[in-house]
Each structure stands twice: as C-alpha cells, then as structure tokens.
C-alpha cells in the first residue's frame, strides 16, 4: 500500500523483540518459599528481601558441588522476575531481534523504509530509539559491530558510542500502532518537555510501524534506552524499563543517496 512517488513499494523490515527469561538459582531441598527463591549473582544469592548492592549485581551461573546444586531455569517461575532482580540477568538485559543478539543490518542513505517492530518479551518495556554513532578515542566499535561482553560490561563503550542527543537522533515517523493505521503520523523526535529525548515506547504485546530514512553514510545505534525513573525496576518500586542504555542492533548506511534538510518533509 505504501511506495514512492515512481510506485515502487517501500521495502519492509520486522523487529520481533524477543527476551530471553533464565536464571540460575539455588534450589535447595525443602527451601521456603518454593524452589525459585535464591537467584545467583557475583554477590551472592538474591531474593525478594535482598538490598541494592545484590539486587544490582550481575547474575552468574556457577558450577554445581555438594550442598550447592544450581538449576537454570526460566525465571518467570520466580516471584523475582515480576518485581525486582539483578540488572545483570538475561531477564532484565537480553534482547533478540528475530532470534539474533545484536543483529547488523545495512540499509542505503535516503531510502523511506517502513520498519514493523513488535514487542514480543514479557514484561520489560522497549524504549526504542535511532541515532548516529559518536565514533570516540580514534575507534568506532559501532562501525565494526564490536561491542563485548554482556550489556552491563557494554555500558561504558555504548554510553560514548551511542550518545543521545537532539542532534544524533533520528527521527521514527509512526504510521500504525497495534495493526491500526493512525489518522496523522506521529513523529517521535526531541520532547520539548525537560529537554528529553523521545522514545518509541512500547509494553510487551505492543506493536508500532515506522518510517525512517537515514540522512546519509554512516554508522547508528538502534537503542533500547534508559527509562525514566518512574519506568524502571528498583527497590522502591517502579516499573520494568532498563536503567542502562542497551544496544539493540548495529545499524550501516552505505550508498544511496543523502538527504538534507527535514526528513518529514
């Protein structure tokens, strides 16, 4: 339905959102509170009673020995998962797009595609967000899809890598939200409300269809980015959105055609 102004169409891409919910817990015979209770992490075993300092430690999964079995399982058996756990676990912090951790697409410079994303995790929020690679310290991890290590391991190179600002971002241009066309396209850009930057917020279910056109060459972040307060997990409550930016997907523009000037129009 949608194409150009020679009817071409415009070329389609779907974003299935996928979160991978696992953890390793101690599940010791007879234990109370059922056998999901105590979730390993580098600081010890985390449960619902735990502090901040275990609550923020990364997740680990040792190696079993006597007296101390382990069991991986899907963590949405533990009252952990629906409330708060370690920021470090694939719960809170792996994302797949189609399958794939951290996809690399390559897309061309000025070409209008329409990008399908449908959230398919389970109860974290997707903070969507496109912007331009800040290449930093004479290296550009983005351009060579290098980010290591898990997401926590990954903050500081992503943090310099892909940095939000009005003027690396790129705008989304909403046309359908949950299967229905809008009436009016909504353009997710800078808020003018504190100095924000939008993003295309989606709850698990959701599904929002974009237009985007990358301006020119060059290398962006497709970002899951850090939640307001009020949106993200802790020990006061809170909702389930990331408190640390997490790359979604390496994104090259090569070839085509720049464009200056405003994208919408």
Known sequence: ????????????????????????FANQPDQPGGPWQQIYTTKGLYNINSGADIANAPWTCPLPSPGNPVSAASSRTSPC????RPSGTPTAASHRINGVVQPTLTVPAGEIQRWRFVHAGIHDTVNLQVMRATPTGGKNLIA?????????QQKADLLASCDATPATLVPQFEIASDG?????????RTSQVG???????LQPGYRSDILVVFPSDGDYCLLNQAAPAAE??????????????????????????????????
């Open 232 to 265: 993200r997990v802790s020990n006061g409550g809170g909702g389930q959105g990331p408190s640390t930016p997490q790359l979604l997907a390496y994104v090259h523009v090569r070839g085509g055609h720049a464009v200056t000037g405003d994208l919408q129009a």
């Open 1 to 24: 339905m949608l194409h150009d102004a020679k009817g071409v169409a415009l070329k389609e891409k779907l974003f299935l959102f996928q979160q991978i919910a696992y953890a390793c």
């Open 81 to 84: 998962s629906s409330t708060r």
């Open 144 to 152: 060579t899809s290098a980010l290591s290590g898990n997401r926590q």
């Open 195 to 201: 100095g924000v930057l939008e993003s295309n917020y």
């Open 180 to 188: 229905l066309t809008r009436t009016r396209m909504r353009t997710v």
